[in-house]
């Protein structure tokens, strides 16, 4: 065979089936199974269902007087007797028996000037008082002798024993020696009254507490020149402030718009932003009779039942206004949310939370309810978000998207 004849050879194909093609017909309809699967899981999973709009709300802690409350109203708390401790006289401070905080009853020495000038002042009226005390003695001696000089030159005159000018003689004595007795006497209250004057003028330096009270700020130190107006340069006014801590109150500032819903002896409730933990009841101790044009509000006194130690001076608070008493139950925080959250499916009362993109079925249970809101015994946790009055079409594991 030459090679122009095995050029000519080919190799019939058309009787070798073509697997390719079968191959195919068979990936589409596979395909498209497998996608009606997949689409069907996705589905099933909410993945491809459209996300609700829902609207949410957190879950609080609130204390149960929230729900009766008419007004709030902020203010700070205030000692009502209060004073700044100074003193009558010009001096430098020498001793200083205080510090802030310390507690002081009414009459206790709290602070002492220098009083070496006023103390001599004193020895020397106390000095004068004892001359003038000898010399009323002394007249008094003379007024006794005089006196009996008198009566005996009396009977004798009368007997004709002695002349006339004798008994004159003896007469003068005895009214002379009256009048000094008499001078005397009246030297001696000068000389006590100057001795008192030098004792109150030597206790100015001795500044006391004018009443049972707590040191609020110390002003002043050993060596500061105190004065009573504190004219002088760097000098002070005053030692210390101090406060009775059992006049406690607070002070809140009520809308003009809105005082019409307070009345005296109403029942309170203080929150104080320094102990967040604790609720004091109290009542309204006071209106005071005039507005703040420039706030157009009026000065409300709220008084607290009972005052605790923790309660100090120009703390901020906030006064809930109430309708009613608060009773013992209801001084403790609960766990709340709207009754509206809650919706019963399958007999069980359930809260929709919101975990990411989805909404949870959490089985809870309710305890009281207050108004528009129910506690929560179980179930949720503080800020927990859930579902606002979720609707039928709301179940485990809807896809949600929160309203604007």
Known sequence: MTENDLSQLRINKSGIPNRSSKRKRYVLPVLLVGLMIATG?????GILTPAAQVQT???QKIYPSQTF???NASGYVVAQRKAAVSTKITGRLVYLAVEEGSRVKKGDIIARLENEDTLAVKDQALAGLKTAQFQLEQSLAELTDATLSYNRSKELVAAGYIAKSEF???DARF????????????AVSNSRAALKGAEVTLDYSNLRAPFDAVVLTKNADIGDIVTPLGAAANAKASVVDVADMDSLKVEVDVSESNIEKVFKHQPCEIHLDALP???FSGKVHMIVPT????KASVMVKVAFDVLSPKVLPEMSAKVAFLLREITEAEMQPMTAVPTSVIVHRNNRAVVFRIAGDRAVGVQVVPGRRMNDMSEILSGLNIGDKVVTSPTENIIEGTRVKFAQ
């Open 69 to 71: 409350t008419v007004l």
């Open 175 to 186: 009214k002379r020696a009256k009048a000094g007795a008499r001078a005397n006497q009246a």
């Open 168 to 170: 004159d003689s003896a």
């Open 41 to 45: 899981f996705l589905y099933k999973k």
């Open 277 to 279: 933990s604790e609720r």
């Open 57 to 59: 709300v957190s879950v």
């Open 291 to 294: 507005a703040d044009r420039t």
